[in-house]
C-alpha cells in the first residue's frame, strides 16, 4: 500500500472512530496494520477502539505496544493511563498520566486522568488540585466537572 493510501485509510477509520462507528474503524485499523505491522498509530486507534467496547487487556497490549514504538506522544501515555484506571491499577494509570503531562503540560485530560489516579490512591488533596488543574485548562472539561 503506496504511504498516502495508508495516511487515507487512518484518516477514515479515525473518522469512523470519532462518530461511534467502531466496527468500520477496527476493520480499517487490521486492514493498515496488515500492511504496516508497525504502524504506531493504527495500533493506538485499535487499542482506543478496544477500549471503548471495554476489552481493557487487548486495548492495554496495543497502547502498550504504540508506546514503545513512539514513546513521545502524550496522548498514548494519556489513554494508557485511562485502560490502566479502568483495570484498577491506579498507581501505574498515575505514572502514565504525570508522563503524558510531563509531554505536555497543558493537557487536560491527562490531569483529570491524573486526579482519578489519586483520588483512587487515597490522594484526595492531590486529586483535587488536579481536577482544578484540569478545569483550569479547560473549563468545559466535563471530566473535570463531574469529579
Sequence with gaps: MHPIEQDALLKLAKTHLRSGQIDQAQTL??????????????????????????????????????LRLDPAKPDYHNNLATVLGRMNRPTEALGAAERAIDLRPDF??????????LEKLGRVDEAIDAYHKAASLKPDHSDAIKQ
Excluded: I, T, W
Design 29 to 66: 485499523y487490521v486492514k493498515a496494520l496488515k500492511h504496516d505491522p508497525g504502524c504506531s498509530e493504527a495500533l493506538y486507534f485499535l487499542g482506543v477502539s478496544l477500549m471503548h467496547r471495554n476489552q481493557l487487556d487487548k486495548a492495554l497490549d496495543l497502547v502498550q505496544r504504540s
Design 108 to 117: 487536560p485530560e491527562a490531569y483529570s486522568n491524573k486526579g482519578v489516579a
